[in-house]
């Protein structure tokens, strides 16, 4: 059974930092393919950013393109987003997400975890 659990949420003023990880269990394949999603309330769910750990090729969303790096570690099996330069619409519940139908692709994985809330206050 396939198990992402994403820490590191929490609470933040404007301009602050956080560093989310996700730890990817029961997975046959290598995780080399994985994103980050999130989600405000009313909203749809959103990609933000895909790492290619072969090759270490990432995409963002526009959205947080140069305040937000995703990194893995393979030999801890974990995915890591590192947020600088957090604004209140940056609030969501994120998500961590393996199994792209197209590596790099923000959108259509099949494995989702439960979530870690970022909320950022002004």
């Known amino acids: 059974q396939v198990q992402l659990v994403e820490s590191g949420g929490g609470s933040v003023q404007t301009g602050g930092s956080l560093r989310l990880s996700c730890v990817v269990a029961?997975?046959?394949?290598?995780?080399?393919?994985m994103g980050w999603f999130r989600q405000a309330p009313g909203q749809e769910r959103e990609g933000i950013a895909a790492i290619d750990s072969r090759d270490g090729s990432t995409n963002y969303a526009g959205s947080v393109k140069g305040r937000f790096t995703i990194s893995q570690d393979n030999g801890k099996n974990t995915l890591y987003l590192q947020m600088n330069s957090l604004q209140p619409e940056d609030t969501a519940m994120y998500y961590c997400a393996i199994e792209p139908r197209v590596c790099l692709w923000l959108v259509g994985y099949n494995y989702y975890g439960q979530g870690t809330q970022v909320t950022v206050s002004s």
């Open positions: 029961g997975y046959t394949y290598r995780s080399r393919c």
